[in-house]
C-alpha cells in the first residue's frame, strides 16, 4: 500500500485491490491463511462489517470486495479498516479462539489501522414520477368499431424505460379512483417522435401483467397499483367513463414510474 486512507463509495460495488509482500518487496503466497477485512468504528473501535476477502490467481494478491448492498446500512464518514490473515493455532482445528491472526499491513509507525472514507458520492436520486392529477387529461371522442362514439380521456405521451435508457423494462404504476366506473387501458409505441392520436397505427395496446385486458372498474373507490414490462419508448393512458351508470364518478391521480 502507498496510502494509509482507502475510499468506498455506497450505492455501487466496490474492490479494494492489496499486494502482501515481504521485507524484499517479493509477493507472499497466502494460500494457507484465510483473509478478513474488517471496517471500524473510529470513535470506538467496535467491528461495523467484517468480510472473507478473496485471493487472486497471482501470488500475493488480495482482493476485498464490498458489494453495495454491504455498506448501505453504513453512514457515511470516516472508518477505520484493518486486513487480518488468519490460521489454525494447530491444524486441522477451526474453532472460535482456536486460530492466529497477523494483520498484514503495518506502516512505519507499526501502526495496522488504515483509514476508510465512505462516501455517497455514487447514490443518485431517483426520476421522479409523473403524476397525473384531474386536470392533466384531454377529452376527446373516438370511434370503437361498430359502436357509437365514445368520449375519452387521454394522457400526455410518458416516457417509457427505452427513452430512460433503463436496463429493466419494468413500469408500474398505482391509481386513486372516486366511485369510478369505467375502464383504464394503455398504450405503448417504439417511435421517437409518435403522433399525438392513439388511432395512428404505431399505438398499441399493453396490458398488466397477467392481463389480457383493459383495466375495469365498478363504482371503486381507492388505491391499485400495477405493474407491466415492455420495452418501448412512449406511453399513452386513456380512461373511458361508463355511460351505463348515471355518475360513473372519476380517476382523481395517477403515479407513473419507469
Not at 430512460?164 to 417511435?191: A, D, K, M, W
Not at 392513439?198 to 388505491?223: A, C
Request: proline share 5%.
Amino acid at each position: 500500500m502507498n496510502s494509509t486512507s482507502l475510499k468506498v463509495h455506497k450505492g455501487i460495488d466496490n474492490r479494494l485491490v492489496f499486494r502482501v509482500l515481504d521485507p524484499d518487496r517479493a509477493p507472499v503466497n497466502m494460500c494457507d491463511y484465510q483473509i478478513y477485512g474488517r471496517i471500524l468504528d473510529a470513535s470506538n473501535g467496535s467491528i461495523v462489517l467484517e468480510k472473507v476477502a478473496r485471493q487472486g490467481s497471482a501470488k500475493g494478491t488480495v482482493f476485498f470486495e464490498l458489494d453495495s448492498g454491504d455498506i448501505t446500512t453504513i453512514h457515511s464518514g470516516t472508518y477505520k479498516f484493518i486486513l487480518v490473515a488468519t490460521q489454525p493455532f494447530v491444524t486441522g482445528i477451526h474453532e472460535t479462539g482456536a486460530t492466529v491472526e497477523k494483520p498484514l499491513y503495518v506502516n512505519y509507525n507499526n501502526d495496522i489501522q488504515m483509514e476508510m472514507v465512505v462516501t455517497e458520492q455514487a447514490i443518485y436520486d431517483p426520476v421522479p414520477s409523473v403524476i397525473l392529477h384531474e386536470t392533466d387529461w384531454t377529452g376527446d371522442s373516438f370511434f370503437p368499431m361498430n359502436a357509437p362514439p365514445t368520449l375519452g380521456y387521454y394522457s400526455k405521451a410518458i416516457a417509457g424505460a427505452r427513452v430512460l435508457n433503463h436496463r429493466s423494462s419494468v413500469h408500474s404504476f398505482s391509481t386513486y379512483t372516486e366511485n369510478f366506473t369505467g375502464v383504464l387501458q394503455i398504450f405503448g409505441t417504439l417511435e421517437e417522435t409518435p403522433s399525438p392520436y392513439l388511432t395512428d397505427s404505431t399505438w398499441f395496446k399493453i396490458y398488466p401483467s397477467t392481463m389480457s385486458q383493459d383495466i375495469e372498474y365498478v363504482g371503486y373507490t381507492g388505491t391499485q397499483a400495477w405493474a407491466f414490462t415492455s420495452n418501448i419508448m412512449w406511453i399513452k393512458l386513456r380512461y373511458i367513463p361508463s355511460t351505463q351508470v348515471v355518475d360513473p364518478g372519476i380517476i382523481k391521480k395517477i403515479i407513473f414510474r419507469a
